[in-house]
């Protein structure tokens, strides 16, 4: 059986249990696939301004990082990016968020 298999020939014991046809496995290192986690869903962009400007102030308090305008709009359906940027100017101007130097936005 041994000197089959080197030869290519593979003999299965149970064959509706086992690969029918002869496959080539290519072995891949371990940690060389990256698991993609699936992006979350966009949330409907809220039609009213009160809660447009609650929308936005938790979606930057839920981030980990800074975050641009455009990346907050971008969580959303239906946000306009200036838009967004203008309600976190308005949240900057009351205190609640900050805006750092290289024009990203930060919750506070």
Known sequence: RAAEEAQGRIRWL???F???REEVLVAVPVGA???RRPRPAKRPWPRNLPAQVGAVRLALA???TPAT???IAGSFKGAR???VEEILDTLA???QVEIL???RYTAE
């Open 14 to 16: 149970r064959p509706e």
């Open 18 to 20: 086992q690969a029918r």
């Open 33 to 35: 696939t990256k698991k």
């Open 62 to 64: 839920g981030r980990r």
């Open 69 to 71: 305008a455009a990346e």
């Open 81 to 83: 990016s200036d838009r």
């Open 93 to 95: 101007a009351l205190g």
């Open 101 to 103: 130097a290289d024009g």
